[in-house]
C-alpha cells in the first residue's frame, strides 16, 4: 500500500494531501494546475515536499527533510507526457535499458509484456520512425521492464487519436490486471478517468475536493 500524507506550498496556493493506494487504479482528476503533476513527482522524488511523510509497502521516501530516498532507490516507474524514449536507442534498447535483472525467467516475462502491447515489430526501429501510439507502447514496456513497486503515468494518453487512445486505456486496465501494482494516473478527461479508475481523487488548487 502507498500512503501519502503531504503538504508543499507552491506559487499561488499550497499543496495539501492525503490518500493511499492499494493494488488498483488510482486516477488523479482536476484541471490544469490543481497540483496532480506535482503530487506525482513527489512520489517520485523528483520534487521534495515541505513536510509529511510517503510510503510504500512499510519502506520510507519521504519523511520530513531529515529523510528523503533518492529516486534510484525508490522503484517507481514513471511515464511522462511525452514518452521519453532515447531517441538514440532502437525500441529494443529502450525497453531493455532499466532492466535490473537480464536472466531467462525476467527475459520471458518482458517479451510476454511487448507480445501483449502487440510492439515485437517494432524492436528494431527508433523511437522517430513509429507513432504516437506506439511510442506510447513502447515506454509502457520501458517503465514495467524495470519491475517497479508502484506506475505513475502523467496523462499517457493525451497526444493520441481517439481510437488509439481507447485502445491503449484498454491495454493499461489488461496490463494492471497482470502486474498487480498501484497504478496513479493523472488525466483531465473525466471519461477516461471513469474508465480506468478503482478510484478517483477530485482535486482542486491542491486540495482533495471529492472521491469516487
Not at 517520485?44 to 529516486?71: C, H, R, T
Not at 502487440?118 to 511510442?135: D, M, N, R, T, V
Request: with cysteine.
Amino acid at each position: 500500500m502507498l500512503e501519502v500524507s503531504i503538504e508543499k506550498r507552491l506559487s499561488h496556493y499550497d499543496l495539501k494531501v492525503d490518500f493511499t493506494v492499494d493494488d488498483e487504479i488510482l486516477v488523479l482528476f482536476g484541471p490544469s494546475g490543481s497540483g496532480k503533476t506535482t503530487i506525482l513527482n513527489t512520489i517520485a522524488g523528483l520534487m521534495q515536499p515541505d513536510e509529511g511523510s510517503i510510503k510504500l509497502g512499510g519502506k520510507s521516501f519521504f519523511q520530513g527533510k531529515k529523510e528523503s530516498l533518492a529516486v534510484q532507490a525508490r522503484n517507481v516507474g514513471v511515464l511522462f507526457q511525452d514518452y521519453a524514449l532515447f531517441p538514440h536507442m532502437t525500441i529494443g534498447q529502450n525497453i531493455r535499458y532499466g532492466m535490473k535483472r537480464k536472466d531467462e525467467e525476467h527475459t520471458f516475462v518482458v517479451d510476454q509484456l511487448m507480445q501483449v502491447l502487440g510492439i515485437q515489430h517494432l524492436l528494431a526501429k527508433y523511437p522517430h520512425q513509429i507513432s504516437g501510439g506506439e511510442k506510447q507502447r513502447a515506454a509502457l514496456a520501458r517503465a514495467l521492464a524495470t519491475e517497479p513497486s508502484i506506475l505513475l503515468l502523467d496523462e499517457p494518453l493525451s497526444a493520441l487519436d481517439k481510437q488509439t487512445r481507447i485502445e491503449c486505456q484498454d491495454e493499461l486496465i489488461r496490463l494492471h490486471d497482470m502486474w498487480k501494482i498501484p497504478f496513479i494516473i493523472v488525466t483531465h478527461d473525466l471519461e477516461e478517468a471513469e474508465k480506468l479508475g478503482d478510484r478517483i481523487l477530485f482535486l482542486d488548487r491542491g486540495n482533495i475536493i471529492d472521491e469516487k
